[in-house]
Nanobody, 116 residues
Framework: QVELVESGGGLVQAGGSLKLSCAAS????????LGWFRQAPGKEREFLAS????????YYLDSIKGRFTISVDNAKNSIFLQMNNLKPEDTAVYYC?????????WGQGTQVTVSS
């Protein structure tokens, strides 16, 4: 069983930056594929980025390329999402996820609000 806890969300002005963290406990994330999703009010959950534990083959949603960066810290068993040049449309609850084969673990989410 893997428990994921996100942190780092908050209120930021447009153009600002935030770094989200997702700490895993209960099991190492080695060999998992790790990712970030978000869900805005009234919208479906949306994939943002993913990266395998090895760091090879990172994928991003087109609309966030160049602004968001996913990273993994093996030693800390954690996932990060650096978000720069934030826009009001980035306002959402952000979730981290760890997937191994058909098993997925989700964090509880952290709210990001971007004011114009």
């Amino acid at each position: 069983q893997v428990e994921l806890v996100e942190s780092g969300g908050g209120l930021v002005q447009a153009g600002g930056s935030l770094k989200l963290s997702c700490a895993a406990s209960g099991h190492t994330l080695k060999d998992y594929t790790l990712g970030w999703f978000r869900q805005a009010p009234g919208k479906e959950r949306e994939f943002l980025a993913s990266e395998p534990w090895s760091g090879v083959a990172t994928y991003y949603l087109d609309s966030i390329k160049g602004r968001f960066t996913i990273s993994v810290d093996n030693a800390k068993n954690s996932i990060f999402l650096q978000m720069n040049n934030l826009k009001p449309e980035d306002t959402a609850v952000y979730y981290c996820v760890a997937r191994y084969d058909t098993t997925e673990y989700w964090g509880q989410g952290t709210q990001v609000t971007v004011s114009s």
